[in-house]
């Protein structure tokens, strides 16, 4: 029985997970003396997290308890854009905190590439932002995924669909 078994490598992220945290940040922001009455305000949109606050130390902070909140909630840090500090009105700074979901060509074709330069008998297709890897035995899949943990790519990576 010559049967394949595949696998996709897709970069998401649980939603619930962040909106968790973005709630938590908030209340952590309410409650905390330092950061008590600097009417800072963090809104979570669908592609992107908007913090508004007083200075850029604030924003630091602020900073911090997000990827603290988001770390126990096993939300990958890689999912964060931070964009530029913008100076808003009245001497308040905002950043626009980007989401990444999917995986780009660029890191698409650099995934095959390393699976095709290192596993001879295992093919890999790019399939709009996700990639399917399918070989003849699941050991040489259970190694591709090791291999892929060991890489640094600029995503976070999810193993789904394992067939």
Same mark, same amino acid.
């Given at each position: 029985?010559?049967?394949?078994?595949?696998?996709?490598?897709?970069?998401?992220?649980?939603?619930?997970?962040?909106?968790?945290?973005?709630?938590?940040?908030?209340?952590?922001?309410?409650?905390?003396?330092?950061?008590?009455?600097?009417?800072?305000?963090?809104?979570?949109?669908?592609?992107?997290?908007?913090?508004?606050?007083?200075?850029?130390?604030?924003?630091?902070?602020?900073?911090?308890?997000?990827?603290?909140?988001?770390?126990?909630?096993?939300?990958?840090?890689?999912?964060?854009?931070?964009?530029?500090?913008? +100076?808003?009105? %009245?001497?308040? $700074? #905002?950043?626009?905190? !980007?989401? =990444?979901?999917?995986?780009?060509?660029? /890191?698409?074709?650099?995934?095959?590439?390393?699976?095709?330069?290192?596993?001879?008998?295992?093919?890999? +297709?790019?399939? %709009?932002?996700? $990639? #399917?890897?399918?070989? !003849?035995? =699941?050991?040489?899949?259970?190694?591709? /995924?090791?291999?892929?943990?060991?890489?640094?790519?600029?995503?976070?990576?999810?193993?789904?669909?394992?067939?």
């Amino acid at each position: 029985m010559a049967s394949n078994y595949s696998f996709d490598i897709v970069s998401d992220f649980d939603r619930q997970e962040l909106v968790n945290a973005v709630d938590q940040v908030v209340r952590e922001i309410k409650g905390r003396y330092d950061l008590k009455d600097t009417a800072t305000t963090v809104e979570l949109g669908e592609e992107s997290i908007d913090v508004n606050t007083d200075s850029e130390f604030t924003l630091d902070s602020v900073q911090n308890i997000l990827r603290e909140k988001a770390a126990k909630r096993n939300l990958s840090q890689k999912i964060f854009d931070f964009g530029k500090v913008e +100076s808003a009105s %009245g001497n308040r $700074v #905002r950043q626009e905190i !980007k989401l =990444k979901k999917g995986i780009s060509q660029d /890191i698409a074709k650099q995934i095959s590439k390393l699976i095709r330069d290192e596993f001879k008998k295992v093919q890999a +297709s790019i399939q %709009g932002d996700a $990639v #399917r890897v399918t070989a !003849k035995s =699941k050991d040489e899949l259970q190694a591709i /995924i090791q291999r892929l943990k060991q890489e640094d790519l600029p995503v976070a990576l999810q193993f789904t669909n394992y067939r």
